[in-house]
């Protein structure tokens, strides 16, 4: 009998313990479920910031719109200015404008040649750091004279027996004058760059210029009328 007894022992401990297995085998996966559990967050997460890195990638290709260049908008309202007052004023015909770059920096300065009476003033303007400015070019006639090699303007006036010849070039937004040369024949007087001098000195240091003053020179600011319409698209078709 306690062979009996011994054996049905035996049977129930081995039953417990295979019970006992399978249950520690469905409760394994804690650990290896948490570690996959982050592995697919992680992935999530890298797809995620992959996909954002792209998207940024995807904005920063999308073409912008070209800038438009200050010294465009500057002239452009200069002119519109001026043609307004033509209008308003009843300015006779004749007056023009034109785009050209003096001193070669790439940047034209705007010529305003008024009509060729004796007070009309040709009007030249650049940029300097965003700013327009007025070179203040005394051009009587509305005439002004360029020299491409020089990278100068000139001008030239004779009226009552006095001539003045002056040539200027356009240098870190400013005028510089490089020869003023004025012949007042009636009054005998003669200057050279402010300095009045006795006509033997004036010849004798005018002859210094010559390679300046007999340098072919022609004539700016006419290019372009006045038509409100297409100022803009004259600025803008610069190069």
């Known amino acids: 009998?306690?062979?009996?007894?011994?054996?049905?022992?035996?049977?129930?401990?081995?039953?417990?313990?295979?019970l006992g297995g399978c249950s520690e085998e469905e409760g394994i996966p804690t650990v290896e479920s948490e570690n996959a559990s982050s592995a697919v967050s992680k992935t999530e997460t890298s797809v995620k910031t992959e996909s954002q890195s792209d998207d940024k990638k995807e904005t920063s290709k999308k073409p912008q719109a070209p800038a438009i260049d200050s010294w465009k908008v500057l002239y452009i309202q200069k002119l519109n200015d001026y043609f307004r007052e033509i209008v308003e004023?009843?300015?006779p015909d004749g007056a023009f404008f034109e785009l050209i770059d003096i001193n070669k920096d790439k940047t034209p300065e705007l010529v305003i040649s008024a009509p060729s009476f004796r007070d009309a003033k040709c009007e030249v303007y650049t940029v300097n750091k965003g700013k327009l400015v007025d070179l203040k070019v005394d051009a009587d006639f509305g005439k002004l004279f360029y020299n491409p090699d020089l990278k100068q303007m000139a001008t030239k006036t004779t009226s009552e027996g006095k001539t003045t010849t002056w040539v200027g070039e356009v240098e870190n937004g400013a005028l510089k004058q490089a020869l003023k040369a004025v012949e007042d024949i009636n009054n005998y007087k003669f200057t050279l760059n402010g300095k009045e001098l006795s006509e033997y000195e004036y010849y004798e240091a005018v002859s210094d210029y010559e390679d300046i003053i007999s340098s072919p020179w022609v004539q700016i600011g006419k290019k372009n009328s006045f038509e409100a319409e297409s100022i803009t698209e004259k600025v803008n078709s610069w190069n």
């Open 1 to 18: 009998m306690k062979k009996y007894k011994k054996i049905i022992a035996a049977a129930i401990l081995c039953s417990c313990m295979l």
């Open 89 to 91: 004023y009843n300015v």
